[in-house]
């Protein structure tokens, strides 16, 4: 089975800097999908980012920019220039592509929080 | 556009009472959808997930059940309502297995609170 750890359940940074958000993954599989998901108090579900695991290139969209070491099976996700609405619950997930449909696997989340 | 509904986005109900939670998809067919329970500042716990009507497939174990009338339509059930069920709860799809888009994520609904007493 598929497991995923995000071992920092609380993190804090100010306003303007950056804040890298860890998180691992326990998998024998070698085609995989990984995800960052985004859940402010309005408690709605939004994709950050997403990676391949074939692709060795990391993952950019705007502020957003992900650390992906495949064979430490680590994907960090670094937020800059952080803004007060980035204030959310962080959760990196992991997909594995099956035949009977796409499995999907959480980690705990990270609270984030953005201190003016 | 895909869009996905889950109604209700609050529900207070008694212990013992049974529970209807609902969700469709709008814009795909054939979607793989998921029922979440996310307890209070914990994670994401896979309830239920569907690969087609009438295939539901059970990760944990309780007093919860879930079935797929429709090929866009999925439904959280119990009989009844244990205080443990409470929590906020999220439907969610995927594009199915056969698509060239493999590696899109999942899309959520905007979730059930749901307050058992």
């Known amino acids: 089975a598929q497991t995923v750890t995000q071992s920092q359940p609380e993190m804090s940074v100010q306003e303007a800097e950056t804040v890298t958000l860890s998180c691992t993954y326990d998998t024998s599989e070698n085609n995989y999908y990984l995800f960052w998901y985004k859940q402010p108090p309005s408690r709605q579900m939004i994709l950050v980012i997403r990676?391949?695991?074939?692709?060795?290139q990391n993952a950019t969209e705007n502020r957003f920019s992900v650390n992906f070491q495949k064979a430490a099976k680590s994907f960090s996700l670094k937020i800059s220039d952080s803004q007060l609405g980035d204030t959310a619950m962080y959760f990196c997930a992991f997909m594995k592509p099956t035949n009977t449909g796409n499995q999907f696997y959480f980690g705990t989340g990270t609270s984030l929080t953005v201190i003016p | 556009s895909q869009t996905i509904h889950q109604w209700p986005a609050t529900l207070v109900q008694p212990v013992g009472s049974p529970l209807s939670l609902e969700c469709t998809v709008e814009?795909?067919?054939?979607?793989?959808l998921y029922w979440y329970r996310q307890a209070a500042g914990r994670g994401l716990q896979l309830l239920f997930y569907?690969?087609?009507?009438?295939?539901i497939s059970s990760e944990v174990p309780q007093n919860l059940s879930a079935s797929r009338p429709q090929d866009r339509q999925f439904i959280l059930s119990s009989k009844k309502l244990l205080l443990s069920d409470s929590g906020f709860y999220l439907c969610a799809w995927s594009p199915p297995r056969d698509r060239s888009v493999i590696d899109q994520p999942q899309h959520f609904g905007d979730g059930t609170r749901l307050s058992i007493l």
């Open positions: 990676q391949e695991a074939y692709k060795q």
């Open positions: 814009g795909t067919s054939n979607p793989n």
């Open positions: 569907s690969v087609g009507i009438g295939q």
